[in-house]
């Protein structure tokens, strides 16, 4: 009994984390923006593309690890990839709290607009199925983890590297 309040707790935390961190991009995109003179805040969006291009070469390393049976390398390769996923969260509130934000300017605009869209929105819809998944791994529910991985996966990778093609979109216009 007291496994399964533990899981509900847990459970209602990823929900909770979830509600708070889209409330608090929401909030960020809205409040005014100044310019910044700070070189290490200038550099956060180019932070932010390395933090998911590593990911997704940590994620296609992870798949190529558990088909080959590596678990302990597998289990490595993903809870590296939740750690710079938090770093990239805390990146990517400090660049949208002091940094302006950047319009593309480019001529390939609808190209542009559909994969920001699709990035924000799968970005939003796969946090607490990373989260979900990674806890069901961590608790030895491993065939949870499996099911809900089959559909977290290839969204996770879908974001991470549709996070750098965001990225190669705007640096030319970043300030």
């Known amino acids: 009994m007291k496994y399964i309040q533990a899981n509900k707790k847990i459970e209602y935390g990823i929900w909770a984390f979830t509600i708070v961190v889209f409330l608090l991009v929401v909030i960020l995109h809205e409040l005014p923006k100044g310019s910044n003179d700070i070189a290490f805040l200038k550099a956060l969006p180019k932070v932010n593309a390395f933090i998911n291009g590593t990911c997704f070469v940590l994620l296609i390393s992870s798949l190529i690890a558990i088909k080959q049976k590596k678990i302990s390398l597998h289990q490595k390769l993903n809870t590296t990839a939740m750690f710079l996923s938090v770093l990239f ?38 946090l607490p199925m990373i989260l979900f998944a990674y806890y069901r791994a961590w608790t030895g529910n491993i065939e949870g983890h499996r099911k809900l991985v089959k559909t977290t996966y290839p969204i996770w990778l879908y974001v991470t590297l549709t996070g750098v093609l965001v990225y190669l979109f705007l640096a030319p216009y970043y300030s």
């Open 89 to 126: 969260l805390l990146s990517y509130v400090a660049n949208h709290t002091f940094n302006p934000d950047t319009k593309y300017g480019g001529e390939y605009s609808g190209i542009y607009k559909f994969i920001l869209a699709t990035h924000i929105i799968l970005a939003a819809v796969s």
